[in-house]
């Protein structure tokens, strides 16, 4: 190993530094410290001619590590890393001192500034002697992209991907994408309809050469990790032979199983053999195997019998895809709370007590009453209450605001008036409309003349005539008061989805406190998570309306596109490491990575961290009892060694 | 299974019915109940209103008689109450206790003043809780003898054994009593009051109210067809029973409805001779339900 | 101020992306305070190892900082939690080894919160000036292996219950 | 002159206030109230009170301490605690009510809202002399200290439960009464030494200009001096 030499420059910063630290002093003390070979002051290091002065004892002073006393290193590393890296040195060969931020502005007195910014110096010498070269390392970033959920969001960034003739693979649970969008009527604030601009979409995606739609199928394993994702998805047995069927729903009309849409939420009666909604992409049925006779009882076979492109495959079994993909969007989206859990709703006790996304389908011309809203009995409901906040904004059920059931509020408000007249209550905490063209909506269905009560609905009863009663607080009035109605609409909380646990699992990402999946920085990093090239999108990371979940569709589909067509991914070589020797396999490690980048290899019974995955952090390291893990450029020498320096002086 | 029995107030006195009828079945289910020796008023809803801290005190000193005893041998005693109130109270005591550091050092230090101590490791449970769970309705419906067939009951639970915690069943829509009525035979009538309040001791502060609150859950009953509400609590018993004639009275109505302990249901049902089980004891009389079952 | 005081020493441990930007902008806001600290970089408060704290006392430091994200703010998710967890384990330990509780602190300290940090430096030297020099239990390198074994063990239950809560 | 209604001075207002009440139990969270009026949807007795749950929460929380302690609300609370479990901000308002109610005996507020004070408390120093409740006692007692005519009101209702043997005429004593007594001593004095630490400074609370002398002082009922607190009193 060459003789270590290290050069060793105080900045004078103008006089920002010099004003209180001597810098002479500093350097004269520096010189005398081991291993150095040349020390110097200078005006400002940062600056060409002070970056030349390193350059030119690297080459002809033959110093090999260098240590720069300036400002932050947060602000100038990557600058002094590159100087040594312009002329050969590896850039981790340098440490700095801060002497700026941390001694000259902050220190009054003069000696104790000299005092302390000797001991930093000291410290980043003795440092930088046990420093190792490292070197940045790139990933090959594989160019396909894949989406998980087909609702508005990750339609939305499937698209945009495969305008950029980048490949795309969308993995959709259901028989058909859409998600929830595509059970709603009209949207707000502008009332298009729902189907008349998600419809166009879903078919873009169908048609698109660069997207490969998977439905029925969801992913069940992921490996490796940014630009090299290996991904396991299980196609569920659909049945039906897509590349054989021609959607003539024969096969439908025939089947003699009927089972509650879920689609329509139990509203209406579906086949065993189904399309769940008559726009679905791919528009081919699929066959629910729980209730089909040939699966339940053995017998049936009349779809088979039936189809004239002899689609129907009862033989058809579930079937694992193994790809690779450079990124992963997440956009599986979320569900509404079922409000039996709070009977003081009324909802699975009362009739004509429904969620609003049932409510959707009632005024929905394609629902199950052809748009007409009515209730069990079949008549027209002459007063509806639709009570807001169920379940959100309630410590007992989920805490957040849903955060879009007050506009979905004002538009069923607005669309039963339109529908059958009569009156309609809001019963609100507070109407939170604070899109563009929100509180505009709001003013309309002010004036339309459907009455907002200032109270959340505490229940729905039933009075002594049988009727609905609304019962609540007009606190604007601070008055009790008992609404009867014939249908109450319950703007049930949206909640993560049942499965998201198991997904945030599966695809190694975190979920907040909500239960929705973390982004990487509530402000900056909104669709980032922590796992590199794992993106979110639309409501899995919380509640958001349509305009905000295909934005953050578009935008997952920029960052996913940003990383697969940059080509390479640089990774920093801060990382963890284990010493297999030392290594006792005690796990201890493995629960504390925040990123679960440490595996036990059941073979070696060692622990290993996967460097793709490693953030650096250390807090692994700190915990290793037989001291097997070390992360780089933080070694337990090198900060051994500055606490002694600093120490010493 | 052995509980340390906490009678409460009530039950000594204008609620003897119910002791009785609990005495009577308790051997039949296995159930031995041992009462707290020297225990005193849990305070019900009225002396927090005095003093909500003194209240906890109070109540807490029956949970360190209740700990002190070896009902249970070396396990956890378990508090057997019968009457709502005494078990709403005796839950909030032992909550505080449990989890909220002030409130714990104040109880304690006030019940070693008195010589006691507490160590919260003690249970809970109310009587219909204890049938429901502890011992199972599969050995309940073993016991039946007589099935109350073609009875119709309202199950009403009243607020406080349900909540504040609603810590063994639903705090809206409880079901326990439901199924427990359906299982002695019963039919059992679809009663969404279940849970409303019957005033408790507004009866008598301020009757108008509590009045209406009772007509509230006779007219309930009744326009279900009803033959007798069946209780879980004293206060409930006495409201809706020695009370219903001045609910006639102010509405004008003219409500017959029996009120009676499910404990005494479930005695008739297991066959027990009906003055061990002090039917007969209401105000409006037991007559026409006995006289529905054939007794 | 006069030149006979008792200056303690001071090190502190700060981590990247929180507490030593909040040392920065000290600096850069110009607030003063005293310069008993030194500041060694990690890149996460989860990074601290007992033996480091140990090891700082062991040469010649009077007084341990330990600064990171507040909860919640990790820029590694949860680093901080177990920076926590082993503080309590520290307190302890340095406690049985007598050393006063005001020379060891883990403080939250913000990438915003520049007057925050300089307060916390000034607390702790006004905290430590009293108690005088630190006499060193455990100046030899063999103690100090030992205790660091004796404080990982100590530590790391109770970090992993920290996962799990 | 008028007061006028539609102004709210902040010379009206007690600061102090509902840091006192949330130092009773359960009291601790009304400051997160979102003002959602479930409490008062969910309350069978509301629409017999003067101001709302919710109301008196707000009302709390302005520092309307005379308003709030001389409420007829406070004293319609049945306990049903249907406003505790459905609170969406975990607010215990019932064991709120309770606080206030004690607070109002304390302070004397109570005069002008019925029996309810006088049933309680009675009720209260019952219990704390016999250690047990005698329900025939309460009523007679009750009707004394209120009006006479109560028990003339009373008398059917009694006579029912007399003749089913539901009206026990003799009174049953804890024999651990002096027990009793020293816990309840015991809690008064540590309550009156909570509120002095909060009442020194740097105690944490403001506490409100008319003091809370009530906690361990005698204190009076409708004329009648009565030995002991409320609280902790016994029968004379
Ligand atoms: C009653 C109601 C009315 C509304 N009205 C409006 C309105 O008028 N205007 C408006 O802007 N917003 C409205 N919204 C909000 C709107 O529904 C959402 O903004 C939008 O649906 C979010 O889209 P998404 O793609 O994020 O999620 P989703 O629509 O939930 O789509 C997620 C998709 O992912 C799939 N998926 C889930 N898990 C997996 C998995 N593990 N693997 C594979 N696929 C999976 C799902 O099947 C689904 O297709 C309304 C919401 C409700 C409840
Ligand atoms: C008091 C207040 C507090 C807030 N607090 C928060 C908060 O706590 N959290 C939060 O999330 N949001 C907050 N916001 C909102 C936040 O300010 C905005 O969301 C954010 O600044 C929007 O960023 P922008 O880039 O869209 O627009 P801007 O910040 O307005 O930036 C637009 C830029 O374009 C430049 N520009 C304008 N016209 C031209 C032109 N013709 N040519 C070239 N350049 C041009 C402008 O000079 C400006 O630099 C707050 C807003 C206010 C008013
Ligand atoms: S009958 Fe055959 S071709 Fe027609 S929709 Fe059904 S499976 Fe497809
Ligand atoms: S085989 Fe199944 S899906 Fe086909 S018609 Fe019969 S029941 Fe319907
Ligand atoms: S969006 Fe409106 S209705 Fe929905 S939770 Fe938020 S405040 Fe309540
Ligand atoms: S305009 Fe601003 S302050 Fe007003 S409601 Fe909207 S977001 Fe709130
Ligand atoms: S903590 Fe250390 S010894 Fe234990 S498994 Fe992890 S690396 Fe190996
Ligand atoms: S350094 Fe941090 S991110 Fe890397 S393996 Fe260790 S704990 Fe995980
Ligand atoms: S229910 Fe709770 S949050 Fe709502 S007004 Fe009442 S106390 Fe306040
Ligand atoms: S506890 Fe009191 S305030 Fe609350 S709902 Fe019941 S009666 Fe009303």
């Known amino acids: 190993m060459p003789e270590i030499r290290v050069g060793v420059y105080i900045c004078h910063c103008g006089s920002n530094i010099a004003d209180k630290v001597k810098v002479a002093e500093v350097c004269d003390f520096a010189a005398t410290l081991p291993g150095v070979a040349v020390a110097r002051d200078y005006q400002y290091m940062c600056a060409d001619p002070g970056q030349e002065l390193i350059r030119r004892d690297i080459q002809e002073r033959g110093v090999n590590r260098v240590v720069v006393a300036s400002c932050s290193p947060r602000m100038h590393e990557p600058t002094f890393r590159k100087v040594l890296e312009s002329v050969g040195l590896n850039g981790y060969y340098f440490e700095m001192a801060n002497i700026r931020e941390h001694v000259s502005w902050v220190t009054e007195d003069p000696v104790a500034a000299t005092r302390k910014a000797k001991a930093l110096v000291a410290g980043a010498v003795g440092r930088v002697e046990l420093h190792e070269p490292l070197e940045e390392r790139y990933t090959v970033m594989n160019k396909t992209t894949l989406v998980v959920g087909g609702g508005i969001a990750g339609i939305e960034a499937a698209l945009k991907i495969a305008a950029s003739g980048n490949s795309v693979w969308l993995v959709e649970k259901e028989p058909s994408i859409g998600g929830n969008m595509a059970k709603l009527d009209k949207t707000f604030p502008t009332l298009d309809c729902s189907a008349c601009i998600l419809t166009p979409k879903m078919v873009s995606v169908a048609q698109s050469e660069n997207i490969k739609l998977l439905t029925y199928a969801e992913v069940v394993k992921v490996d490796g990790c940014v ?329 997952a589909a920029a960052e996913a596109l940003s990383l697969v067509t940059a080509g390479k991914v640089k990774i920093s070589p801060v990382i963890a490491g284990v010493n297999e020797e030392r290594c006792s396999g005690c796990k201890v490690c493995v629960p504390l990575c925040p990123y679960t980048a440490i595996a036990y290899d059941e073979e070696k019974k060692i622990c290993r961290v996967n460097e793709a995955v490693c953030k650096g952090c250390g807090t692994c390291v700190a915990s290793c009892p037989s001291g097997a893990l070390s992360v780089k450029h933080f070694t337990n020498q090198q900060i051994f060694r500055q606490i002694e320096e600093v120490a010493a002086v | 299974m052995r509980y340390a029995y906490y009678p409460g107030c009530s039950l000594k006195s204008s609620a003897y019915d119910y002791e009785r009828s609990t005495r009577a079945i308790c051997p039949e289910l296995g159930v031995e109940l041992e009462e707290i020796h020297d225990w005193n008023c849990c305070g019900a809803t009225a002396i927090p209103s005095v003093d909500p801290t003194a209240s906890a005190v109070l109540a807490a000193r029956n949970l360190a008689l209740a700990e002190a005893t070896d009902v249970n041998g070396a396990e956890a005693v378990t508090v057997a109450a019968a009457c709502s109130s005494c078990y709403a109270m005796l839950t909030r005591a032992l909550n505080y206790y449990r989890e909220d550091p002030a409130m714990r050092g104040l109880i304690g230090q006030a019940l070693a003043a008195g010589g006691r101590t507490l160590a919260g490791t003690v249970k809970v449970k109310h009587l219909l809780e204890i049938i429901v769970n502890d011992v199972g309705l599969e050995a309940v419906k073993a016991l039946v003898r007589k099935p109350l067939s073609g009875l119709k009951v309202a199950p009403y639970y009243g607020c406080l054994i349900v909540r504040p915690k609603g810590a063994f069943d639903d705090a809206e829509q409880p079901m326990a009593l439901d199924r427990l009525l359906a299982v002695l035979g019963a039919q059992v009538v679809p009663f969404e009051r279940k849970t409303k309040c019957c005033g408790g001791a507004l009866m008598t502060t301020k009757e108008k109210s509590a009045l209406r609150l009772n007509e509230d859950l006779l007219h309930e009953a009744s326009s279900k067809g009803a033959d007798v509400i069946a209780v879980v609590c004293p206060m409930c018993q006495m409201n809706l029973d020695a009370y219903q004639s001045n609910v006639n009275t102010a509405y004008g109505t003219h409500y017959r409805m029996p009120v009676m302990y499910f404990t005494q249901l479930m005695g008739l049902a297991f066959g027990l001779n009906e003055r061990r089980l002090a039917v007969g004891k209401g105000t409006v009389s037991h007559a026409a339900v006995l006289k529905r079952m054939g007794v | 101020m006069s030149g006979a005081e008792f200056e303690p020493r001071i090190i502190g441990f700060l981590c990247n992306w929180c507490s030593y930007a909040g040392a920065d902008l000290a600096g850069v806001s110009r607030l003063k305070y005293p310069a008993n600290i030194r500041i060694i970089r990690v890149m996460c408060s989860g990074r601290v190892e007992p033996a480091f704290v140990l090891k700082a006392f062991a040469e010649g430091a009077d007084g341990v900082l330990i600064s990171g994200c507040h909860p919640g703010d990790c820029h590694y998710l949860e680093g901080n939690h177990k920076a926590a967890a082993r503080a309590r384990m520290m307190e302890r330990l340095l406690a049985q080894f007598g050393v006063e509780p005001q020379r060891f602190r883990l403080a939250w300290a913000s990438a915003n919160e520049g007057e925050k940090f300089a307060g916390i430096v000034k607390e702790m030297v006004e905290a430590i000036r009293p108690l005088g020099p630190f006499r060193r239990p455990f100046a030899r390198m063999d103690d100090l292996a030992r205790l660091e074994t004796e404080a990982r063990k100590d530590a790391e239950p109770a970090a992993g219950g920290e996962t799990g809560a | 002159m008028e007061p006028n209604l539609q102004v709210l001075r902040e010379g009206d207002l007690d600061h102090g206030f509902a840091g006192l009440v949330r130092s009773y139990p359960g009291a601790g969270k009304i400051l997160g109230c979102i003002q959602c009026g479930t409490c008062t949807g969910s309350c069978q007795l509301a629409q017999d009170m003067d101001y709302t749950p919710r109301r008196i929460i707000e009302m709390v929380r302005a520092g309307l301490k005379d308003e709030v302690l001389s409420s007829k609300a406070i004293w319609y609370c049945a306990s049903c605690y249907s406003c505790t479990v459905r609170c969406p901000k975990d607010i215990k308002v019932t064991e709120v009510m309770y606080a206030l109610r004690a607070l109002s005996l304390r302070r004397r507020r109570s005069r002008s809202v019925g029996l309810s004070p006088v049933f309680y408390s009675t009720f209260s120093r019952l219990v704390n002399t016999l250690g047990k409740m005698y329900e025939a006692g309460l009523i007679v007692l009750v009707a004394l200290r209120s009006n006479p005519f109560r028990l003339v009101k009373l008398a059917p209702v009694g006579g029912r439960m007399f003749f089913q043997g539901k009206l026990g005429l003799l009174p049953k004593r804890v024999a651990g009464r002096a027990e009793i007594q020293k816990m309840l001593a015991k809690t008064a004095a540590l309550q009156a030494e909570a509120l002095e630490a909060r009442r020194s400074p740097g105690g944490g609370g403001v506490i409100d200009a008319a003091g809370d002398a009530g906690a361990h002082d005698g204190a009076r009922l409708h004329g009648r001096a009565i030995p002991g607190s409320l609280e902790t009193g016994v029968l004379p």
């Open chain 1, 227 to 555: 630009g090299n994702f290996q991904v396991t998805i299980k196609k569920k047995a659909r049945s039906v032979d897509l590349a054989k069927c021609t959607g003539c729903g024969i096969c439908t009309s025939k089947c003699v199983v009927k089972v509650p849409s879920e689609f329509d939420g139990g509203l209406a009666m579906r086949k065993a053999i189904y399309t769940p909604f008559p726009q679905a992409v791919p528009n081919k049925p699929a066959i629910d195997r729980e209730h089909c006779r040939q699966f339940v009882v053995g017998k049936c076979g009349v779809c088979q019998k039936l189809c004239p492109a002899g689609a129907v495959d009862y033989d058809q079994v579930d079937e694992d895809v193994t790809e690779t993909f450079g990124a992963i969007i997440v956009a599986t989206g979320y569900q509404q709370m079922d409000p039996s859990v709070g009977p003081q709703w009324g909802y699975g006790r009362h009739e004509n007590v429904l969620t609003a996304l049932q409510f959707e389908r009632l005024v929905n011309a394609s629902g199950p009453t052809g748009g007409k809203v009515k209730m069990k009995n079949g008549e027209t409901p002459k007063a509806i209450a639709i009570l807001h906040c169920v379940g959100s904004r309630d410590v007992n059920y989920h805490e957040s605001c849903s955060r879009f059931c007050c506009m979905y509020g004002l538009k069923l408000a607005h669309l039963a008036k339109e529908k059958m007249g009569g009156e309609v209550y809001n019963f609100y905490i507070d109407l939170r409309c604070f899109g563009k063209g929100y509180e505009e909506f709001y003013n309309r269905v002010l004036d339309e003349g459907v009455h907002f009560i200032r109270g959340k609905g505490a229940e729905v009863i039933t009075d002594r005539d049988g009727r609905l009663a609304v019962r609540v607080e007009d606190t604007l009035l601070g008055r009790w008061r008992e609404v009867p109605v014939d249908m109450a609409v319950l703007s049930a909380a949206a909640e993560p989805r049942a499965d998201a646990e198991r997904v945030a699992q599966v695809l190694g990402i975190q979920r907040s406190r909500d239960g929705f999946f973390l982004e990487a920085h509530p402000k900056l990093e909104p669709l980032k998570t922590a796992t590199d090239g794992v993106f979110i999108a639309g409501c899995c990371q919380g509640p958001k309306d349509i305009p905000d979940s295909v934005a953050q569709g578009a935008g």
